[in-house]
């Protein structure tokens, strides 16, 4: 078989919690394979395997070198703390391996370019796992707020993204409690997410400036927990409003209002269903004669998937390596959507350190 048509073959380091999902999604794809696992601890990569119920083919490794250095591993998925991102990220494009990157990128920009310059110096795939991005259903609302007679141009964007952690957690946890490991805490975490929808529905192109709100709780040892800012594009003066929290019961909810008609999701982190997916359109929206009620309703739209969004993205990060083996160059849309959405999250956090001033981009 010629190498470009076998698996790709994983190695994945750090058994964290984040690595169980993309783990399963790996063992699913026929067009993935896992070989090789590290972790802190031989004995935590072998309490993973058993845990997730790896096959037994997959090798347990005594450190994240083992798994970086082996020859047989083409792709390296990292969902290591976001403090020593930079470091494996540039390890594993140094050894010439694919890498998938868990979100955050880094703890800045500047760390960021490091795995990017990286990647691009020796020509492997670089994508973080922002796993929404490659659903179907996503594909399915840029349609529609592409279509300037029906969504037309964007006001407003709103995202949430909150999930309850109990505050001493982030007291005593290593890395979480530690803010030189962890600073970003709940931006890092989930206003990621809030931060790459507004830059996805505009396109990606970057807002003129950002400013925290100034309702921003940290732990005692200075962990962000919960923040929330504005996002405002000069041009044409849509604004874009995120808030993150740790303090809150699960929410992941998307809104997008322009001048015709209006998007609303509550799930669009992770569906509430694996398999489909749904989201509320309204169109020309307005109160009825007396302001009695209104003249439409919102309509369901529901998108059906065959396979989950991770399963697609190890898929089209698969694919991507398979082409590369083929000839073709990485494709740096994945990169150039990291490096964006880093950039707005270290703007942030930017304001937020000197007190909710305006930071221009």
């Known amino acids: 078989m010629a ?55 997959v090798r347990i490794c005594s450190s994240h070198e083992e798994v970086v250095d082996d020859p047989d591993v083409d792709a390296v998925f990292v969902p290591l703390p976001v403090g020593q991102h930079s470091r494996w990220g540039v390890a594993v494009a140094e050894k010439k391996k694919h890498l998938l990157m868990e979100k955050p990128g880094a703890v800045d920009l500047g760390e960021l370019d490091k795995v990017l310059e990286a990647c691009e ?24 707020i592409s279509d300037p007679k029906l969504v037309g141009n964007i006001g407003l964007i709103h995202t949430t993204s909150t999930a309850f952690i109990p505050r001493q957690f982030f007291e005593t946890s290593v890395p979480a409690g530690k803010p030189a490991m962890e600073t970003m805490g709940a931006l890092g975490e989930l206003g990621w997410y ?11 192109h970057l807002p003129s400036s950002v400013t925290a709100l100034p309702d921003i709780t940290k732990s005692s040892t200075g962990v962000i927990l919960s923040c929330s800012a504005q996002l405002h594009y000069e041009q044409d003066n849509t604004v874009g409003i995120i808030h993150c929290s740790f303090l809150s019961h699960l929410t992941m909810e998307l809104e997008i209002v322009g001048v015709n008609g209006s998007l609303y999701l509550g799930d669009f982190i992770l569906p509430y ?13 307005k109160f009825v004669e007396r302001d009695l009620g209104w003249n439409v309703k919102p309509e369901k739209v529901e998108v059906v998937n065959e396979v989950s969004q991770e399963v697609l993205m190890v898929e089209e990060f698969a ?10 160059p990485p494709d740096v849309k994945w ?25 221009t981009l």
Request: proline share 4%.
């Open 121 to 144: 110096r020796n020509v492997v795939q670089f994508m973080d796992a922002t796993m929404w991005l490659h659903h179907p259903r996503t594909a399915k609302m840029k349609e529609l």
């Open 273 to 285: 269903k694996e398999q489909s997916a749904e989201f509320n359109f309204t169109w020309m929206a």
């Open 194 to 204: 809030g931060i790459g929808a507004v830059l996805w529905a505009k396109d990606f």
């Open 335 to 359: 990169a150039e959507i990291c490096r964006k959405t880093q950039l707005v999250l270290d703007s942030v956090m930017k304001s937020i350190e000197i007190g909710c001033t305006c930071v």
């Open 3 to 57: 190498a470009e048509n076998c698996p790709v073959r994983f190695g994945i380091i750090g058994c964290s919690r984040l690595a169980k999902k993309v783990t399963r999604a790996i063992l699913l794809s026929p067009a993935t394979t896992l070989h090789a696992i590290s972790s802190a601890s031989p004995e935590e990569a072998k309490q993973f395997a058993v845990t997730n119920e790896l096959p037994e083919t």
């Open 319 to 328: 694919r991507l390596v398979q082409g590369i083996k083929a000839g073709s």
